[in-house]
């Protein structure tokens, strides 16, 4: 007589072979749900509430994911990295760009690969502050590193290896392999040059619920790594604008915090 449906279309999907007609991929909550991006109150129960998102790395995911309705739990606040050199724009908490240029590039990146070994070993000399205040180093199992393609995935394995060990390199892997789990800091390193190199084309690369997923396992420190030229797309249908959107207001995001941060540290005492 009744029906549950309990899930988050803005998540990645099952993954499918075949060919299908329109629309015959999306789930039942997503044909409930239609253009809407989270339940009406009329029609279902919105979980409003992250106890995994610091409310700086949820400034990002919830309005541009969730129609600003997502919330994050007492203490998340806490959550951060400390002790980071403030050269590298490693510590606190929220969103952080790095890019990194780059031409020719497709399913892999040599340099991303090296910025994010860089970035890697910096963390592993810094401090984690969970959501009790309780502190500790931070150690490889804190770390997650999502790549759009495994060609990318074994070039950034092979580097971290070479430098940090496997144990760090075991950290890295796809979106589809890193869905349900978290990390104090989520590195998403996005390997295309630009967006007419990238595999797949703007629907893939772009996809919005790869970026949400990715940038949605940190509890504290979200990192995207990236050509800046990814930045720079012609886009022809609203649908690409709306996908290319989602990454340019992460990295308007992580600018600002930048700003904000420089302009706190030059502020006189």
Request: hydrophobic share 40%; charged share 25%; glycine share 8%.
């Given at each position: 007589?009744?029906?549950?449906?309990?899930?988050?279309?803005n998540?990645?999907?099952?993954?499918?072979q075949?060919?299908h007609?329109?629309?015959a991929?999306?789930?039942a909550?997503?044909?409930?749900?239609?253009?809407?991006?989270?339940?009406?109150?009329?029609?279902?129960?919105?979980?409003?509430?992250?106890?995994?998102?610091?409310?700086?790395?949820?400034?990002?995911?919830?309005?541009?994911?969730?129609?600003?309705?997502?919330?994050?739990?007492?203490?998340?606040?806490?959550?951060?990295?400390?002790?980071?050199?403030?050269?590298?724009?490693?510590?606190?908490?929220?969103?952080?760009?790095?890019?990194?240029?780059?031409?020719?590039?497709?399913?892999?990146?040599?340099?991303?690969?090296?910025?994010?070994?860089?970035?890697?070993?910096?963390?592993?000399?810094?401090?984690?502050?969970?959501?009790?205040?309780?502190?500790?180093?931070?150690?490889?199992?804190?770390?997650?590193?999502?790549?759009?393609?495994?060609?990318?995935?074994?070039?950034?394995?092979?580097?971290?290896?070479?430098?940090?060990?496997?144990?760090?390199?075991?950290?890295?892997?796809?979106v589809?392999?890193?869905?349900?789990?978290?990390?104090?800091?989520?590195?998403?390193?996005?390997?295309?040059?630009?967006?007419?190199?990238?595999?797949?084309?703007?629907?893939?690369?772009?996809?919005?619920?790869?970026l949400n997923?990715?940038?949605?396992?940190?509890?504290?420190?979200?990192?995207?790594?990236?050509?800046?030229?990814?930045?720079?797309?012609?886009?022809?249908?609203?649908?690409?604008?709306?996908?290319?959107?989602?990454?340019?207001?992460?990295?308007?995001?992580?600018?600002?915090?930048?700003?904000?941060?420089?302009?706190?540290?030059?502020?006189?005492?």
């Open positions: 007589r009744s029906i549950v449906l309990l899930g988050d279309p998540q990645l999907a099952q993954v499918t075949g060919i007609p329109d629309g991929d999306a789930s909550l997503g044909h409930v749900l239609g253009s809407d991006a989270t339940i009406p109150p009329e029609r279902g129960i919105f979980l409003d509430t992250t106890f995994r998102l610091h409310p700086a790395v949820n400034a990002f995911i919830s309005p541009t994911f969730y129609e600003d309705r997502l919330g994050t739990a007492e203490g998340t606040e806490r959550q951060e990295v400390t002790d980071a050199d403030r050269d590298v724009d490693l510590g606190g908490s929220g969103v952080r760009w790095r890019p990194v240029v780059h031409a020719g590039n497709a399913q892999r990146s040599a340099q991303e690969a090296n910025a994010v070994a860089d970035l890697v070993a910096a963390l592993l000399d810094t401090t984690w502050v969970d959501r009790d205040g309780n502190e500790r180093p931070l150690e490889p199992a804190d770390l997650l590193v999502v790549a759009p393609y495994n060609a990318h995935v074994a070039a950034v394995r092979g580097e971290l290896e070479r430098r940090l060990g496997r144990d760090v390199a075991r950290r890295v892997g796809t589809d392999k890193f869905q349900g789990r978290e990390g104090a800091v989520a590195i998403y390193t996005m390997s295309a040059s630009s967006a007419e190199e990238a595999p797949r084309g703007i629907e893939f690369l772009y996809e919005r619920n790869r997923v990715a940038v949605s396992r940190a509890r504290a420190l979200a990192i995207v790594v990236a050509s800046p030229e990814l930045l720079r797309v012609a886009c022809h249908t609203p649908d690409q604008m709306r996908r290319v959107n989602a990454l340019c207001r992460f990295v308007e995001i992580a600018t600002a915090e930048r700003e904000r941060e420089l302009l706190g540290a030059a502020a006189p005492a």
